[in-house]
Antibody, heavy 117, light 108 residues
Framework: QVQLKESGPGLVAPSQSLSITCTVSGFSLTSYGVSWVRQPPGKGLEWLGVIWGDGSTNYHSALISRLSISKDNSKSQVFLKLNSLQTDDTATYYC???????????WGAGTTVTVSS | QIVLTQSPAIMSASPGEKVTLTCSASSSVSSSYLYWYQQKPGSSPKLWIYSTSNLASGVPARFSGSGSGTSYSLTISSMEAEDAASYFCHQWSSYPPTFGGGTKLEIK
C-alpha cells in the first residue's frame, strides 16, 4: 500500500528555516517523483517543487531562492527546506507521489506549519 | 504561468440535482494534463479525475469530466450528500503546475 507521511516542527519563528521530512512506503523513490504542495488556512493549493526519480528537481520560480528539495532513497525519505520564513508561509504542507503523467495519485496527510514569534 | 479560474466559488445543490463545476484556463491546457481533486475538511486532497475525463479508482460513475483547450468541467449527474466537498482543478501542461482556487460544493 502506497503511503506518504510528513513530519514537521509545527511552529517556526519568522526569518527562520523550515525543514519537513516526507517518509514514503509502498513504492521506490528511484521510480517515482514526489512533489511538495502547500495550502494556507482556508485557501487553495500551491505547488512548491518536485524531486524526480533520478534526483533532478524543479522549483516554483517564486520560491527558487528559498527552497531546496532533496531525498535519501535508501531511507525512503524526501526533504523540504524553506529558508527565511514569513507569516504568509503559514500553511499545511503536503508531499504527494507523482505518476508518469504528472498527477498526484497519493497524498500525505499533511503537516501544519505556523510562522509566528 | 497558467491561471486556472474555477466557478462558482461556492454552490449548494439538492440531492438528485445535476451539478456542473467549471475550470477556465488563461492559456490552452493539454487535456492529458488537466486533473481534478476532491478535498473534504481536515483531509488531504484526493485524486478524482485525471486527464480530463478518467475517473480515479473508487470514484462513483455519477461523476464525469470533459473539456479541452481553456475550458474544462466536472459534472455530477445526481448530487448525493457524500459529494459535498471542495473540488480543485489542476494543470501540469506547463510549468509551474497550478491549481484553481477551488469550488466548495455544499448539500442543501
Amino acid at each position: 500500500q502506497v503511503q506518504l507521511k510528513e513530519s514537521g516542527p509545527g511552529l517556526v519563528a519568522p526569518s527562520q528555516s523550515l525543514s519537513i521530512t516526507c517518509t514514503v512506503s509502498g513504492f521506490s523513490l528511484t521510480s517515482y517523483g514526489v512533489s511538495w504542495v502547500r495550502q494556507p488556512p482556508g485557501k487553495g493549493l500551491e505547488w512548491l517543487g518536485v524531486i524526480w526519480g533520478d534526483g533532478s528537481t524543479n522549483y516554483h520560480s517564486a520560491l527558487i531562492s528559498r527552497l531546496s528539495i532533496s531525498k535519501d532513497n535508501s531511507k525512503s525519505q524526501v526533504f523540504l527546506k524553506l529558508n527565511s520564513l514569513q507569516t504568509d508561509d503559514t500553511a499545511t504542507y503536503y508531499c504527494a507521489k507523482l505518476t508518469g503523467t504528472r498527477y498526484f495519485d497519493v497524498w500525505g496527510a499533511g503537516t501544519t506549519v505556523t510562522v509566528s514569534s | 504561468q497558467i491561471v486556472l479560474t474555477q466557478s462558482p466559488a461556492i454552490m449548494s445543490a439538492s440531492p438528485g440535482e445535476k451539478v456542473t463545476l467549471t475550470c477556465s484556463a488563461s492559456s490552452s491546457v493539454s487535456s492529458s494534463y488537466l486533473y481534478w481533486y476532491q478535498q473534504k475538511p481536515g483531509s488531504s486532497p484526493k485524486l478524482w479525475i485525471y486527464s480530463t475525463s478518467n475517473l480515479a479508482s473508487g470514484v462513483p460513475a455519477r461523476f464525469s469530466g470533459s473539456g479541452s483547450g481553456t475550458s474544462y468541467s466536472l459534472t455530477i449527474s445526481s448530487m448525493e450528500a457524500e459529494d459535498a466537498a471542495s473540488y480543485f482543478c489542476h494543470q501540469w501542461s506547463s510549468y509551474p503546475p497550478t491549481f484553481g482556487g477551488g469550488t466548495k460544493l455544499e448539500i442543501k
